[in-house]
């Protein structure tokens, strides 16, 4: 496993270190946003912080990864529009070219034809297959609203990633597995 653990040392002085323990739900969301932004702890620290400071606030009993989502948001993960094929490759270029990486989506992504004739999921499976040629895998999670929302993690970290998405009950899914 390639995973940066969780340690007192990665945040804030302030930190309360009862609850910074790996199996905690603050270090398995450490451990989530690492998985996410690999090869970026700054960026993991960022979004840690973030979630700290919304988590703490929260008082209207939100769901965590509602949360998560939130603070991954168009930094190292995304949330589109169920039927939005345009704003979902927006979104995984982005996330891409945090590693250099450019997509083949099968088509010219300019072109308003190639937007009607494709949906969200197709569009998730094409992604899915062109991020494993590199090495990466593409999730989703699943959303209270119904929208499409996932991060990029590391091929060698998919049973890592499935093992603190279920410790979250975080309801994950691959790429190529939308419907």
Request: charge should be negative; aromatic fraction near 8%.
């Amino acid at each position: 496993m390639c995973m940066h653990h969780f340690d007192d040392d990665d945040l804030d002085p302030d930190a309360d270190a009862d609850d910074a323990g790996d199996d905690t739900q603050e270090g398995l969301v450490w451990q989530l946003l690492q998985l996410v932004n690999p090869g970026d702890v700054e960026l993991a620290l960022q979004e840690f912080a973030m979630w700290r400071d919304a988590h703490e606030s929260a008082d209207d009993g939100g769901e965590l990864i509602e949360t998560i989502g939130r603070v991954v948001d168009w930094r190292s993960g995304f949330r589109v529009g169920a039927d939005d094929t345009r704003a979902l490759v927006q979104a995984i270029d982005e996330l891409s070219a945090r590693w250099n990486l450019t997509l083949d989506w099968d088509g010219d992504t300019d072109d308003d034809e190639f937007h009607a004739e494709q949906d969200v999921p197709a569009l998730m499976a094409v992604a899915y297959d062109r991020l494993a040629e590199f090495g990466y895998t593409l999730w989703s999670w699943e959303t209270e609203d119904g929208t499409c929302a996932g991060w990029i993690t590391l091929t060698l970290d998919q049973e890592p990633m499935r093992e603190v998405a279920t410790a979250l009950e975080i309801n994950l899914r691959l790429g190529c597995d939308v419907s």
